[in-house]
């Protein structure tokens, strides 16, 4: 599990194909790694990857042809830079939201503006993740939680502020540039509880007791506030 704030930026050594698959090698740059363990988590771009190998100033992951294809980690050279975040321990300050490191798609950065001294990114999601992109609500871009200031249809926009563009990669997209989302994890689980479980669809079912979901039912299980 993760929260979202990069604690580093990291550099991609190399890539070796193995049976389809990569290993991918990252200098973890100011990353701590006094903590880190072989099979421990790292973040990486928002990918929740293994470390295999710890070489001492980096680690060594192997991206599944999976990954490979559901994320943009297929787009990294040598020498690209990568957010990273290790895996939240229960003692560590929940800064972001609730980061699995599962990503959902991949996007696409459409438009960049300068606003006074923040800059807007417009980005494109798939469309079968626009249900669960909200204003105001939480996306998480190569693994930056970040808040979502206006939807259009399965286009979203994001206000950058300088801080978080220093801190990450983001100050290297460009317009094309294809990015790793994750939806928030309470929309997910929303969306089954009012689908009722269905296995077939996952939009609301007539004639069940979940379809029938009030702000009651909500706020006694912990998902609004009553007022």
């Known amino acids: ?5 990069i604690e580093a930026v990291g550099t991609v050594r190399r890539l070796e194909e193995r049976g389809g698959d990569i290993r991918l090698h990252i200098a973890s740059g100011k990353l701590d790694l006094s903590d880190v363990k072989l099979g421990d988590s790292i973040a990486t771009n928002g990918v929740c990857l293994t470390a295999v ?3 001492g100033d980096g680690y060594v992951a192997d991206v599944s042809k999976e990954s490979i294809r559901r994320t943009a980690l297929s787009q990294l050279s040598a020498g690209s830079p990568v957010n990273l975040e290790k895996a939240m321990q229960p003692t560590s300050r929940f800064g972001g939201h609730i980061v ?6 991949v996007g696409k950065i459409i438009e960049i503006k300068p606003s006074g ?6 980005v494109e ?3 079968e993740l626009a249900r669960y992109i909200a204003e105001k ?3 998480t871009v190569d693994g930056v939680s970040l808040t979502i200031n206006a939807v259009e249809g399965s286009i979203f926009s994001l206000n950058i502020v300088p801080h ?20 928030d994890i309470i929309a997910r689980y929303l969306e089954r509880l009012l689908s009722g479980g269905d296995v077939e669809s996952a939009e609301p079912v007539a004639d ?3 379809a029938e979901m009030t702000e009651s039912f909500l706020a006694e299980n912990g998902f609004m506030r009553r007022r």
């Open 208 to 210: 069940t007791k979940a």
């Open 100 to 105: 699995s490191g599962h990503v959902d798609g």
């Open 1 to 5: 599990m993760f929260t979202g704030i």
């Open 53 to 55: 190998e710890l070489p």
């Open 137 to 139: 609500g939480s996306i």
């Open 117 to 122: 001294r923040s800059v807007i990114y417009r």
């Open 125 to 127: 999601a798939p469309a």
């Open 164 to 183: 978080t563009a220093q801190e990450t990669t983001i100050a290297n997209y460009r317009t094309g540039s294809r990015v790793n989302l994750e939806v």
